[in-house]
């Protein structure tokens, strides 16, 4: 079956460092990927997402590309904030619309001042 | 207003009682979640309706009951809780039609439930 594979946390990090969260995906076919953000104490929120090969999915100052050839979709920040710290989450949708997402077991990064 | 909100958010109950965690979202999204998320972070789906519609049925116990009394909510209730049980339960929602709309997910903030 389809599943998602989280580097092992937690991740520690001084401001301003840079941030790379390796996420690799087995799938049949062409998932959907994602990246979800759980702040302390809350649901999770869409991060970013990407739909096809050679995507870039971007926003907050994050980015991740999806990479068919190496099944992967890294998510990097070039400079991490305080308020960066949280669960993320690498996520993938079956192909053909259906609603399950598979979700990685989330990476937890603390960003120290 | 909150698009998806659970209630309680809280919950400390005994080991054999019935509870029931209500969900409801206003987005106007036709499907809706339930996850279970451990207490190492692991989310798992358990249930998904669809207009009412039970559409994603995981390997879960049949003591948990999911109730879809409208498309705007999705309540889940649990039989015999069991000190296993106890994690947090987040309900979410997505918008039906094709591509990449319907896999965003909306969460709500969470339920902890404890069971002693």
């Known amino acids: 079956g389809n599943s998602v594979t989280q580097m092992e946390g937690p991740v520690t990090l001084s401001e301003e460092a840079f941030l790379t969260i390796n996420c690799t995906y087995t799938?049949?076919?062409?998932?959907?990927l994602f990246w979800y953000v759980q702040y302390p104490g809350e649901g999770l929120q869409l991060l970013l997402k990407a739909t096809k090969a050679d995507d870039k999915g971007s926003n907050k100052g994050f980015e991740a590309t999806y990479r068919k050839e190496t099944t992967s979709f890294h998510l990097e920040k070039g400079s991490v904030q305080v308020s960066d710290s949280a669960v993320y989450f690498c996520?993938?949708?079956?192909?053909?619309?259906?609603?399950?997402?598979?979700f990685g077991k989330g990476t937890k990064l603390t960003v120290n001042p | 207003d909150t698009a998806v909100s659970q209630t309680p958010k809280y919950l400390v109950t005994q080991m054999g009682n019935d509870k029931s965690i209500k969900c409801e979202q206003n987005l106007g999204h036709d499907t809706m979640y339930w996850y279970k998320q451990d207490s190492k972070k692991f989310l798992k789906i358990m249930f998904s309706?669809?207009?009412?519609?039970?559409?994603i049925n995981e390997t879960v116990p049949n003591r948990f009951s999911p109730k879809s009394p409208d498309k705007a909510h999705l309540n889940l209730h649990i039989n015999s809780l069991e000190l296993g049980d106890s994690a947090v339960y987040f309900c979410?929602?997505?918008?039906?039609?094709?591509?990449?709309?319907?896999?965003?997910?909306?969460f709500g903030a969470g339920t902890r439930l404890s069971v002693l």
């Open positions: 996520a993938l949708s079956e192909q053909g619309g259906s609603e399950k997402l598979v």
């Open positions: 309706y669809n207009n009412k519609e039970l559409i």
């Open positions: 799938a049949t076919g062409y998932p959907s």
């Open positions: 979410a929602s997505s918008q039906e039609g094709w591509g990449i709309a319907k896999n965003i997910q909306y």
